[in-house]
């Protein structure tokens, strides 16, 4: 029958994450029966305290510690159910570790290959002379600039205290030459006289004067 029909496919077993929903779910039901019992207890124990010693209150304790029984057995079960789900939570979690181990091993594993791939095709020997190559060349430029900035005229060597020297003696200048320039003149200084010529020219004025005259008598003669 089974080669004519078939056979009905098997059932993906549950995983730990669907153990632990099932059980926390149990849990749950669990707890809401201890409320209610702990609901009901709370009933009998305040009609315990309205009654008097008796064949009634005898029977309400009765039914107390037959509910109290019934807690404490729902109580042990909900503690059970609590343990499995946590020891579930810790293999689930030990084993998400684990993945996470094997996954940065097999990522290593697969860089390492690859570093080893590539180190393979570098040639320490070709690297070498290409950086005595390129040390070669600086050097050539480094002369090239050298002589490209060579001076013309100027001495290889100069004395460095004749420069000081020099620089001194001009800064020295400098100063004549600035003080020359704010000097006050002769006519402007207090201490000289100024001449009196309001009423009659100065002798050089009068001289010029004469020669004018005399200049003009040869002309008209």
């Excluded at 995983?15 to 207890?41: C, H, Q, W, Y």
């Excluded at 609590?82 to 594993?109: G, H, I, K, P």
């Excluded at 002379?129 to 430029?141: F, K, V």
Aim: net charge negative; proline share 3%; no cysteine.
């Amino acid at each position: 029958m089974n080669r004519l029909f078939g056979s009905k496919a098997a059932k993906p077993k549950p995983s730990l994450n669907d153990a632990i929903a099932s059980t926390e779910s149990r849990a749950d039901g669990v707890e809401v029966k201890i409320r209610k019992l702990d609901a009901e207890l709370a009933r009998y124990r305040d009609q315990m305290k309205k009654m008097r010693d008796g064949p009634g209150k005898t029977a309400i304790q009765q039914r107390a510690l037959r509910v109290l029984k019934q807690k404490r057995l729902y109580e042990n079960q909900l503690a059970q159910l609590q343990q499995q789900s946590y020891n579930m939570e810790q293999a689930t979690m030990t084993t998400e570790n684990l993945r996470n181990t094997m996954a940065t091993f097999d990522a290593m594993q697969t860089a390492n290959k690859e570093m080893r791939k590539t180190y393979g095709k570098i040639d320490l020997d070709k690297i070498e002379s290409m950086q005595d190559e390129m040390e070669d060349l600086i050097e050539a430029a480094n002369e090239v600039q050298e002589t490209l900035g060579r001076s013309y005229g100027v001495p290889d060597e100069v004395d460095e205290e004749d420069l000081q020297a020099e620089l001194d003696a001009l800064a020295d200048d400098l100063d004549a030459e600035d003080v020359g320039a704010d000097a006050v003149p002769s006519y402007l200084q207090s201490n000289q006289e100024l001449p009196d010529f309001v009423d009659e020219l100065p002798n050089h004025a009068q001289a010029e004067g004469a020669n004018a005259e005399h200049g003009e008598a040869l002309r008209a003669a």
